[in-house]
């Protein structure tokens, strides 16, 4: 099986664990082709050094490069030539011109599309991504939606052809693992991790978190365009020396965060244009033995399982609540890291998804392409 991947998320070396696994199966002879970096605004995140084991990365910078839905690969014509994919993996969005692109050129080879989705909001899209998305939806011979949201608003949009809720990317359950450390007396420490957005609801945490009672603090591993006004909100709370802000952390450091904390919210709330699509920290923080409690917002129940305490989002009292009964309560902390643990190794490990990957290609392999409506 000859797999041509393309995926900008790649630049990052923990993600591309999973190639080396999908890279060990038998007969796959897999190629990916990754930026050497995405800009990001006026940062630019570079391809992360780290192992190729088992298959060959190709470097090539796309054209508009920073612009999600309007970058493409000029080269991806001349690779395809060269290559001979059986599968084209585009891990794109079908709404963007990347996979338009691809999409289209990989007919031609006589290759199979398949594309992955996070999109768990029914968008009309304006012209041209459309029509970009319509073309693709009737030519791809599958498609990867990373959650059941997502799978459903392919199949409303009228895909029809072979489908698996696969998430993008798993963990490494050796890096991302438990580890008995001796701990120094600290307070209770409240974690989060990600983008200091509104929707990802640190403001809703901070307001829980004022209310409870005890010796707790929180630390916020991430960077965003809301971190001043987080800071002053922290502030009017009365809890700002409580709060610590560490900024963004390379990837390969945030299981040593996941370790500082005694919990992990993902207060997430919907908003108009977004859901939680996954929650990706979930899955880090439970492969690090950490409870989890998170909102009902998106996928994040789906994610947790029985394995975290749930609250309805936007409910203030209801995440204290959470808080404040894992505070009390060593013994439920350590029963929710130890389900959370579990459940990472039967559904999110890195070999965990390449394998469910590997077995959809075979099915697309051997399928007909059934055209959307």
């Known amino acids: 099986m000859k797999i041509l991947m393309v995926s900008k998320a790649c630049y990052l070396a923990a993600y591309r664990k999973k190639l080396e696994e999908m890279a060990a199966l038998p007969g796959v002879d897999l190629t990916l082709i990754v930026p ?9 995140a570079v391809l992360e050094q780290g192992p190729a084991g088992g298959y060959q990365m190709i470097v090539d910078n796309p054209l508009l490069n920073g612009h999600f839905h309007l970058h493409f690969y000029p080269r991806l014509a001349g690779l395809l030539s060269r290559i001979r994919p059986d599968i084209l993996h585009i891990d794109e969005e079908p709404y963007d ?9 990989a007919l031609r080879h006589g290759a199979k599309v398949v594309f ?26 599958g498609a990867i939606a990373g959650s059941v949201s997502a799978a459903e608003i392919l199949q409303r949009k009228g895909f029809r052809g072979p489908l698996a809720i696969i998430p993008q990317f798993g963990v490494d359950p050796e890096v991302f693992r438990p580890m008995p450390v001796a701990k120094a007396p600290r307070p209770f420490t409240i974690g989060f991790a990600g983008r200091l957005v509104r929707e990802k609801g640190l403001h809703l945490m ?8 005890g010796d707790w603090r929180i630390l916020v591993v991430g960077e965003g365009p809301l971190r001043q006004q987080l800071e002053a909100a922290a502030a009017r709370l009365g809890v ?24 992990l919210v993902l ?44 609250f309805p989002e936007g409910d203030v009292p209801a995440l204290r609540s959470a808080l404040a009964c894992l505070m009390e309560s060593p013994d439920l902390r350590s029963e929710l890291g130890r389900m959370g643990r579990q459940r990472v190794l039967a559904h999110y490990t890195q070999k965990r ?9 075979e099915r697309v392999l051997g399928c007909n392409v059934v055209r959307a409506t």
């Open 36 to 44: 050497p970096y995405w800009q990001m605004g006026k940062k630019r």
């Open 97 to 105: 011109l990347v996979t338009f692109h691809a999409t289209r050129l």
């Open 116 to 141: 992955f989705t996070w999109q768990n909001l029914w968008k009309k899209f304006p012209l041209p991504f459309g029509l970009m998305e319509r073309h693709v939806l009737r030519r791809a011979h």
């Open 206 to 213: 901070l307001e829980a978190a004022a209310g409870l009672e």
């Open 240 to 263: 700002r020396a409580k709060v610590e802000f560490v900024g963004g952390t390379p990837s390969a450091e945030m299981p040593s965060r996941y370790r500082e904390m005694d919990v």
């Open 267 to 310: 207060p997430s709330f919907t908003v108009p244009h977004w859901k939680e699509q996954f929650g990706r920290v979930i899955i880090e923080a439970m492969a690090c033995g950490l409870p989890v409690v998170g909102s009902d917002s998106g996928e994040i129940p789906h994610v947790m399982g029985e394995a975290g305490l749930v």
């Open 353 to 361: 998804i390449a394998e469910e990957t590997y077995a959809f290609y």
